[in-house]
């Protein structure tokens, strides 16, 4: 690829849609269309809140983990290889940006336990580019990937 040659990574067919709808904000509910996600939300502490809830960030944090977890058992599973006892945890972080607002970043660690340290990278890398939420923040956010 040419620098300043974006690839494309917008879907050509929808195949499924998730719906979720928020209650006052930061200090409230959300619940998913079929009623399978019903949750109280509370701003952190951290960021002056009681925390007597969930948050978006450890929402985007558990959506982004089992993502890229999936999209990395693919992409070994097309490889040829099991990867059962990996996992993925994602930090989520949220502070204020240069332009009045605020932003993201994004720590994931993955566990590759049965895999040499090289082959597990190209693992990573092929997941990183297989991912949608890899896909939706390339470029717009922070994210790392830490190997362990």
């Not at 089992?66 to 999209?71: D, G, I, R, S, V």
């Not at 390339?138 to 994210?143: A, K, S």
């Given at each position: 690829m040419?620098?300043?040659?974006?690839?494309?990574t917008?879907?050509?067919?929808i195949?499924?849609?998730?719906?979720?709808?928020?209650?006052?904000?930061?200090?409230?509910?959300v619940?998913?269309q079929d009623?399978?996600?019903?949750?109280?939300?509370?701003?952190?502490?951290a960021?002056?809140?009681?925390?007597?809830?969930?948050?978006?960030?450890?929402?985007?944090?558990?959506?982004?983990?089992?993502?890229?977890?999936?999209?990395?058992?693919l992409?070994?599973?097309?490889?040829?290889?099991?990867?059962?006892?990996?996992?993925?945890?994602?930090?989520?972080?949220?502070g204020?940006?240069?332009?009045?607002?605020?932003g993201?970043?994004?720590?994931?660690?993955?566990?590759?336990?049965?895999?040499?340290?090289?082959?597990?990278?190209?693992?990573?890398?092929?997941?990183?580019?297989?991912?949608?939420?890899s896909?939706?923040?390339?470029?717009?956010?922070d994210?790392t990937?830490?190997?362990g």
């Amino acid at each position: 690829m040419t620098e300043g040659t974006a690839v494309d990574t917008r879907p050509t067919k929808i195949v499924y849609v998730a719906e979720a709808t928020a209650h006052g904000g930061r200090d409230g509910h959300v619940t998913s269309q079929d009623g399978r996600l019903q949750l109280k939300v509370a701003m952190p502490p951290a960021l002056g809140g009681n925390g007597d809830g969930t948050n978006p960030e450890q929402l985007f944090a558990a959506g982004y983990s089992a993502c890229f977890h999936n999209a990395l058992i693919l992409v070994g599973n097309r490889a040829g290889y099991d990867l059962a006892g990996s996992t993925v945890a994602a930090k989520v972080g949220i502070g204020p940006n240069r332009t009045r607002g605020y932003g993201l970043a994004v720590a994931l660690s993955v566990s590759l336990p049965v895999l040499d340290a090289e082959l597990a990278a190209r693992l990573v890398d092929e997941a990183h580019e297989v991912c949608p939420y890899s896909n939706a923040t390339r470029g717009n956010i922070d994210v790392t990937i830490l190997l362990g």
